[in-house]
């Protein structure tokens, strides 16, 4: 069991990232979508169709890169506010349940009641986006389990996202939170950084406990003194 909460300090490499330009780029890159998906409907042809959705993944995976530029490039203080944790999961559920299920992955809550802590919601719905993601991935296809889980230890409220892939190498435990480190061939290694620099700007601390049955992020919040 690893703190790998200070890495989040790293992020200031790729903190400087022209934001201007990310905007910029994202609306021209959405019209481009619109257009696409409507040719694709008007011709009705199958062999186009297919193409078009190639194209359209591409789009939506440039989209991707830069909404995770956007988020790392921001500099602003998180809005923290006394909000139940639970709340949250809830709230941005369906999603994680619509990718999981894309990946032939199951997703089980099992969610404590527990005390509202300081979040921001937004960084928080990033934060399980990025993780449940990496489960999801790390389980390729295989029809895995990632378990979000939540519960008090301590004067602790503990997050804890688990899936059952292969778990991640010594050599890269050491340098997660690096950013664009990544082993897959899309992969923008963008990811996890965003993660240690959200959950250390909630004066929160992320753990990772991984063999090679599987891997679990746990982050620690503090509860209200
Ligand atoms: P990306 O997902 O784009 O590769 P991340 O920052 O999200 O970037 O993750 C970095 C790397 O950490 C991944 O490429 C992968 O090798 C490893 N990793 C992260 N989460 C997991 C996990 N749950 N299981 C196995 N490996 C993981
Ligand atoms: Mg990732």
């Given at each position: 069991l690893e703190n790998i909460a200070e890495r989040a300090d790293k992020m200031n490499v790729v903190g400087q990232m022209a934001v201007s330009v990310a905007h910029e780029i994202r609306n021209p890159l959405t019209t481009v979508r619109g257009y696409l998906q409507f040719i694709a409907y008007k011709k009705g042809d199958k062999a186009l169709e297919s193409c078009?959705?190639?194209?359209?993944?591409?789009?939506?995976?440039?989209n991707d890169i830069i909404s995770e530029y956007l988020l790392l490039a921001k500099e602003k203080r998180a809005k923290l506010q006394y909000c139940s944790l639970n709340k949250?999961?809830?709230?941005?559920?369906?999603?994680?349940?619509?990718?999981?299920?894309?990946?032939?992955?199951?997703i089980r809550?099992?969610?404590a009641p527990v005390?509202?802590?300081?979040?921001?919601?937004?960084?928080?719905?990033?934060?399980?986006?990025?993780?449940?993601?990496?489960?999801?991935?790390?389980?390729?296809h295989k029809g895995?389990?990632?378990?979000?889980?939540?519960?008090?230890e301590a004067e602790q409220v503990v997050l804890a996202i688990s899936d059952?892939?292969?778990?991640?190498?010594?050599?890269?435990?050491?340098?997660?939170?690096?950013?664009?480190?990544?082993?897959?061939d899309t992969g923008t290694g963008l990811g996890l950084s965003i993660c240690y620099r959200i959950v250390h700007r909630h004066g929160a601390v992320m753990k990772v406990k991984t063999d090679p049955a599987g891997t679990e992020f746990l982050i620690y919040f503090k509860l209200p003194v």
């Open positions: 078009y959705e190639i194209l359209i993944e591409e789009l939506d995976r440039a949250v999961i809830h709230a941005i559920y369906p999603l994680l349940e619509t990718l999981a299920t894309a990946d032939k992955a199951a809550l099992q969610l005390p509202d802590v300081l979040l921001d919601e937004n960084e928080i719905r990033q934060l399980l986006l990025n993780l449940v993601r990496n489960a999801i991935e790390a389980m390729a895995g389990l990632v378990q979000i889980r939540t519960y008090k059952n892939g292969p778990g991640i190498p010594a050599h890269l435990v050491e340098q997660l939170g690096t950013p664009f480190l990544t082993t897959k």
